[in-house]
T-cell receptor
Framework: EPEVTQTPSHQVTQMGQEVILRCVPI?????FYWYRQILGQKVEFLVS????????KSEIFDDQFSVERPDGSNFTLKIRSTKLEDSAMYFC?????????????FGSGTRLTVV | DAKTTQPPSMDCAEGRAANLPCNHS???????VYWYRQIHSQGPQYIIH???NNETNEMASLIITEDRKSSTLILPHATLRDTAVYYC??????????FGIGTKLQVIP
C-alpha cells in the first residue's frame, strides 16, 4: 500500500536553529498538508499546499514557518528559528487529485525536540 | 473547534464488536463523515468515510443515521491492536480537517 514517508523520524535541535522536515507524499497525490501534535494535545492543522502554493494556513503558521516543494517528490516544512514550544510531532499528509472526498494519508511523523 | 462530539473513552472486550458513537448535528449537506485512528504517537490512520449510506471495508463499518446527525463506527471483532484514539471528523473536498480529542478505545484481553 502506498505510503507517505517522513524524514527524519526524530530531530533534536537547539533553540534558534533552523530545521527542515521532509516528506515524500504518495506519487499521484497533489494536495499536501502539514499538521502537528504537541505531546498530550490535539492534532492541529498548520498548512495546506496545492499547485506550488499555500491554499490555507492556520494562525500557528506564522513567518517562522515555510513550505516548499523543491522537486517533483519532496514536500518540506521549514522552521527558521525554532522555539521550545515548537517541540511536537509533525505529520505530513496528502490527498489524491481525483478524489477530493477520499481520506488523508498521513506519514508516521517527525518528532521535533527543541532544547 | 471540532464539529463532532465523541465519548472520551470506551472499553471493549477482545473479540467483541466495538461500537464507537459520534454526534455531528451541525453537519452540512455536502460534508462527509470520516473516521481516523491514532495508535500511540503514530500518524493518524484513515479508516472509513461516508456521506449518507452505510459503508463497510476491510477494517470497519460505518453506520450513519438517516438525518445524518450521528454515526457509529463498528469494529466487528476488536483485537488488542485496535487499542487507539478514534477520531470522527466531518469535512468536504480538500479543506483542512479539525481533530477533536477523539475516543480512547481500550481493548481488554
Amino acid at each position: 500500500e502506498p505510503e507517505v514517508t517522513q524524514t527524519p523520524s526524530h530531530q533534536v535541535t537547539q533553540m534558534g536553529q533552523e530545521v527542515i522536515l521532509r516528506c515524500v507524499p504518495i506519487s499521484n497525490h497533489l494536495y499536501f498538508y502539514w499538521y502537528r501534535q504537541i505531546l498530550g494535545q490535539k492534532v492541529e492543522f498548520l498548512v495546506s499546499f496545492y499547485n506550488n502554493e499555500i491554499s490555507e494556513k492556520s494562525e500557528i503558521f506564522d513567518d517562522q514557518f515555510s513550505v516548499e516543494r523543491p522537486d517533483g517528490s519532496n514536500f518540506t516544512l521549514k522552521i527558521r528559528s525554532t522555539k521550545l514550544e515548537d517541540s511536537a510531532m509533525y505529520f505530513c499528509a496528502s490527498k489524491p487529485r481525483q478524489g477530493p472526498n477520499y481520506g488523508y494519508t498521513f506519514g508516521s511523523g517527525t518528532r521535533l525536540t527543541v532544547v | 473547534d471540532a464539529k463532532t462530539t465523541q465519548p472520551p473513552s470506551m472499553d471493549c472486550a477482545e473479540g467483541r464488536a466495538a461500537n464507537l458513537p459520534c454526534n455531528h448535528s451541525t453537519i452540512s449537506g455536502n460534508e462527509y463523515v470520516y473516521w481516523y485512528r491514532q495508535i500511540h504517537s503514530q500518524g493518524p490512520q484513515y479508516i472509513i468515510h461516508g456521506l449518507k449510506n452505510n459503508e463497510t471495508n476491510e477494517m470497519a463499518s460505518l453506520i450513519i443515521t438517516e438525518d445524518r446527525k450521528s454515526s457509529t463506527l463498528i469494529l466487528p471483532h476488536a483485537t488488542l491492536r485496535d487499542t487507539a484514539v478514534y477520531y470522527c471528523i466531518v469535512s468536504k473536498g480538500y479543506q483542512k480537517v479539525t481533530f477533536g480529542i477523539g475516543t480512547k478505545l481500550q481493548v481488554i484481553p
